[in-house]
């Protein structure tokens, strides 16, 4: 980004600028090599060792055990939420478990119930998605294919902070909070994330899968559509992404390196959550919080303004002081201000100065 | 690429310097907006209008008729393997034609088994895949759900220069010419094609469909795999790989303000592979061509060298030289030179010249 602008982008979204800045240094020609990483083969040495290094940094991040493969796919989550039933539902006797806490949730049923028993074992609909469940109010299957269920809901800002347990390997579509914070991979089945939240940008996915869950894929499913085809092929069954992996590998890199480990990353994203929180807090009324306070995403901090107008005001303003993006996801309205890992400090402090100038000449009389 | 550097990567391969140049300039902050294309949203205005433009740039070089639909999707030619029968095939009565000329033709037809009857129309095993068919031999269904070909196979560097027909909508995997050449989209139902060779970067994929082929896609297909959600959702059913698009809008524009029109691009083609196939045609014995001359590929030039041991001379001397890539794939093994539409014409010609040194060298009695 250029200086003085921040985009609260729910992704793609902001990356670290040391890596835009290699980007740009290595985009034309790759140092040492004097071909352009929009060019380079994916077959090539070059590629194979950002692969290996990809993966590397998240095995190190993540502390992925070593019966864990990891595979970099294309197509988003949302092919993720056909490809996990097809693989690990099509054909078996059991239900799979879903717990549904916002909108990407309910997309994944809608497609895994094409496969197989999707037994809804939670649904936040009632309360309009603003909190994630206690463990007592899950309708878990007795035995299930798997559970699934989405670690952040990126649209209504709502975030698990305890791992859910059930009856089943544990499924997560960790899109919008990869990389924020510690994973307990060991207690998964299947972890998957698009990059272009934390990891990346757009066109490129990260499955993380026990390698026992392998031998469940039932026969005769399309090659790019089975886990198995792309494990044996390490990530190339076809041609890999090849530019959008390099840029992951830069951004996992830089959080081994510039910031040292997911629990460094946890501590500055609470942080930076906390200075927007604090605002909703004290201005209750005027700025309303969509998620109820246990559940609330340190990514993506949603809230409503007392009417439409002012909300259009708020955006309107924000943007023209170089607050981008700010606009809630179409489907709820509000503002979304999505603080990602790459999201400056600085531009967190900007939006709440913002935000705390915006109430006090809006709404003095509560201030 | 760095001066002097030249890449025969088959893909992904060589894109037109002024498009990594671009690239190099916005890539930290696109002019006028200040944030990354790699931070920007699938929903901005900014990306709305990329699309637009990349559209309309296809539109125009290839004079695609207003009844057929372009999309941007992921996952490469090998989805597309899946999807075209997923959604063309499934349930039908009637057979899917496939044309096999090379390797990508039979993987293709692989998938196509998985969702209905493919029939083998053509296989050119027999002279292993070194032209393409004459109408004559092919054995055609008297009615098909579609005629599937692909137009220039990659691996053996084999090329259609008529097209083909057959009793049912032409489908044509041009991955490695699409937009090497015109081609008359009024004799296909449907075209794709991965960007990696003459469009832009992995990790997008261009399909063309005439849109009466949308009423024919079954219930009940994953969002992901179903073609008419792609089409409703205008290529954003999900998070497009925004940056790829952008690229591929880029070398779109370049292909009109720089070339000018697809005819242009194609004469400069047909000039850059005649250096080459002269020295096959020179010396016969010693460059011994793949493709038999009437379907030789204009993006892929192939051939061995009488020895294996000449060969990795060859690629060794070549590539200390700064010509990179040229080894044949795994499967024929070889030497392939792939020269797409950003292949500078000094590239073509250098490698030209090193062929006509390196047989001078080493095989002194036959020039």
């Known amino acids: 980004m250029a200086q003085g602008v921040f985009t609260f982008s729910p992704g793609p979204a902001v990356l670290p600028l040391p890596v835009l800045e290699q980007v740009k240094r290595e985009v034309v020609a790759l140092e040492g090599i004097g071909i352009s990483p929009l060019e380079m083969s994916h077959r090539s040495a070059w590629f194979a060792q950002v692969l290996e290094q990809a993966t590397e940094n998240l095995r190190r991040l993540l502390r992925i055990p070593e019966n864990y493969t990891v595979l970099f796919l294309q197509g988003g989550a949302r092919l993720q ?95 919008s909070d990869f990389l ?105 009324d005027f700025y309303i919080g969509h998620a109820q306070p246990q559940s609330r995403s340190l990514m993506n901090v949603t809230f409503r303004l007392p009417s439409e107008e002012l909300t259009r005001e708020f955006l309107a303003q924000a943007d023209s002081q170089g607050l981008k993006e700010l606009k809630g996801h179409r489907s709820v309205g509000g503002v979304r201000a999505s603080l990602y890992n790459a999201q400056p400090l600085e531009g967190v402090e900007r939006l709440r100065e913002f935000m705390l100038q915006f ?7 509560r201030c």
Not at 102 to 131: L, M
């Open 81 to 175: 939420f056909s490809m996990v039933p097809m693989n690990l539902l099509r054909g078996s006797k059991l239900p799979a478990d879903y717990i549904l806490t916002g909108s990407w949730g309910k997309k994944a049923v809608e497609e895994a119930r094409r496969e197989g028993q999707a037994h809804v074992a939670y649904d936040g609909q009632e309360h309009n998605y603003s909190r994630v469940p206690s463990a007592e109010e899950l309708q878990l299957s007795p035995q299930a294919a798997y559970v699934h269920f989405t670690s952040n809901e990126t649209i209504q800002g709502v975030q698990f902070h305890q791992w859910p347990e059930g009856n089943g390997p544990l499924v997560c579509d960790a899109s």
């Open 180 to 284: 924020s914070r510690p994973m307990p991979v060991e207690r998964f089945g299947l972890i998957y994330a698009c990059a272009q939240k934390n990891a990346g940008p757009a066109g490129v996915t990260v499955v993380i899968l026990r390698n026992d869950l392998l031998e469940r894929v039932p026969p005769g499913l399309h090659s790019m559509l089975d886990y198995r085809q792309h494990a044996k092929a390490g990530s190339l069954l076809n041609t890999a992404p090849v530019f959008a992996c390099w840029v992951l590998m830069l951004v996992t890199r830089w959080l081994l390196e510039e910031i040292g480990s997911l629990e460094e990353m946890h501590r500055r994203n609470q942080a930076k959550a906390q200075l927007l929180y604090e605002v909703l807090d004290q201005y209750p």
């Open 359 to 365: 109430v006090k000449r809006h709404a003095p009389s």
